[in-house]
């Protein structure tokens, strides 16, 4: 059964990714890839990765998918017609690189083998050992943020560091001053639209602490809040307007919160060497998991601040850009 | 060929990474190109999962009821990496923005001659004043 449903959705994403590289309106294809990244999260249960299912949803199919949506707005919908002369080397690269990895595949161990050299590496000290030396029933999270958290604070940086970017790129002169947005949804046209999302929104914004807090127990964390919360504020934004988004979360406060977010988190690093451990060991805020709980909520509310106010930020950027 | 069998994932996800590979050198749109890597890119995230799945495992959330779990590895340094590769969509997304507004098109084969050595490319505020005769010649 299992093995049947894994072929089904295999087969719908080659499917997917076909019709996206055969299609030449860009919107189409933004709404395919969101489809795309939806039937991942099918096949990342399926696989056993609820978190990373959990995260490709709201930030893969999700913010993604808006965000393209936003920038197409910026640059036309329609592809150029007859731009398909170098598919022939595409076709030979994309199929001598295939072959190439399937050769490489041929001495993998087998899909599911408990043996393999990545199952029998150090995962096994993480089943058996977190329990006693994190406390949390959730390995994920026990991982991301304890075993792992220096590789946690670089992608968080990473995130941050991103965010610079399309600040510089798209701060400059060209963006329309607030206040002389686009009608946002009409009140007597758009009924369902406000209703719906008035519902959502309060649901979705206790959903972010909640998946916050349980993300011990449950699947869930700092990133996956942030970006629940962060996909609450766009969803306000497309519905109520840029500049109601605007005026409940200035931008100012995000790009601060944004930063202080990464300084919590290397902050907690640098506090744990104050206190005469290693970079990072939390254990420095007390022995056994009592320490490793405070290290923990600290690292993630780090994640969390930023991941949100970076995914908000994203959006802004891009919906208060002029039409050209 | 039992043995080969339980090497058909891989194979689907290294089609579906090539997918992408391919509509990234073939299309000459660069919002399909970005769009193209992110199938690739979602593609390399299936790989790592699957590499992780344990035959008759849970999800790696420690309970008394199961023995034994799939490999928390892959979840971890995927998880971390969706966000990051949202941040990076972004950025290229920016950057499209940018080179419509310098050059009015996104379409490279448009663009190529516009970035030869003869046409040095300005970057800044200045920029926007510099290309805008260039603009015209190449919108349709």
């Known amino acids: 059964m299992e093995s049947l449903l894994m072929i089904g959705l295999l087969a719908a994403l080659g499917a997917i990714a076909i019709t996206v ?13 969101g489809i795309f990244s939806f039937t991942c999260c099918a096949l990342f249960v399926l696989f056993d990765a609820p978190d990373v299912a959990f995260t490709e949803a709201c930030v893969g199919a999700g913010v993604s998918t808006v965000l393209t949506i936003a920038a197409i707005r910026l640059v036309g919908r329609h592809e150029k017609r007859g731009g398909r002369r170098a598919s ?55 991982v991301l943020g304890s075993y792992r958290g220096y590789d946690t604070m670089g992608e968080t940086v990473v995130v941050f560091t991103a965010a610079l970017g399309v600040l510089i790129l798209l701060g400059g002169a060209q963006s329309r001053p607030l206040g002389r947005g686009e009608a946002p949804a009409r009140r007597d046209r758009d009924v369902i639209l406000r209703t719906v999302a ?41 519905v109520f307007g840029i500049d109601a988004l605007n005026k409940m979360v200035p931008e100012r406060i995000l790009r601060v919160i944004a930063a202080l ?21 939390y254990y420095a805020f007390g022995a056994g998991p009592s320490g490793q709980a405070i290290g923990l909520t600290a690292i993630e509310l780090g994640v969390f601040m930023t991941v949100t106010c970076v995914m908000t930020l994203l959006f802004q950027r891009f919906a208060i850009r002029g039409v050209m | 060929m039992k043995d080969l069998v339980g090497l058909f994932p891989y194979w689907a996800v290294i089609m579906l990474m090539m997918t992408g ?21 979602v593609s390399v995230f299936v790989l790592y999962i699957a590499v992780g799945v344990v035959d008759g495992g849970t999800p790696p959330i420690l309970d008394d009821e199961f023995a034994v779990y799939s490999n ?10 969706i966000v990051v590769g949202v941040a990076t969509l972004a950025v290229g997304l920016a950057l499209s923005v940018r080179i419509r507004e ?3 098109t996104i379409e490279e084969e448009d663009l190529l001659p516009l970035t030869a050595p003869t046409h040095p490319v300005v970057t800044g505020p200045e920029a926007e004043t510099d290309t805008n005769a260039g603009r015209e010649e190449t919108r349709p």
């Open chain 1, 21 to 33: 590289a055969f299609m030449s309106d860009l919107l189409v294809v933004a709404m395919l890839s």
């Open chain 1, 88 to 142: 022939v080397v595409g076709l030979v690269v994309a199929t001598v690189c295939g072959l190439a990895l399937v050769y490489g595949t041929l001495e993998l161990p087998r899909f599911g083998d408990p043996a393999s050299p990545a199952s029998t590496h150090v995962a096994p000290h993480y089943i058996e050992e977190s329990k006693g030396e994190i406390g949390i029933p959730n390995i994920v999270t026990s």
């Open chain 1, 198 to 238: 008035t519902l959502f929104i309060p649901m979705t914004l206790f959903l972010a602490p909640y998946v916050q807090f349980h993300g011990a127990y449950s699947p869930g964390g700092g990133f996956q809040a942030g970006a629940i919360l962060g996909g609450a504020l766009i969803l306000y934004g497309l």
């Open chain 1, 261 to 281: 977010g990464v300084l919590l988190y290397g902050g907690t690093g640098v506090v744990t060497m104050l206190m005469g451990h290693a970079f990072l060991d």
């Open chain 2, 21 to 41: 590979l391919y509509i990234v050198i073939a299309q000459g749109n660069l919002v399909k190109k970005l769009i193209g890597l992110g199938i690739f890119q």
């Open chain 2, 72 to 81: 928390p590895l892959p979840s971890v340094l995927i998880l971390t990496a």
């Open chain 2, 102 to 104: 310098a050059f009015g």
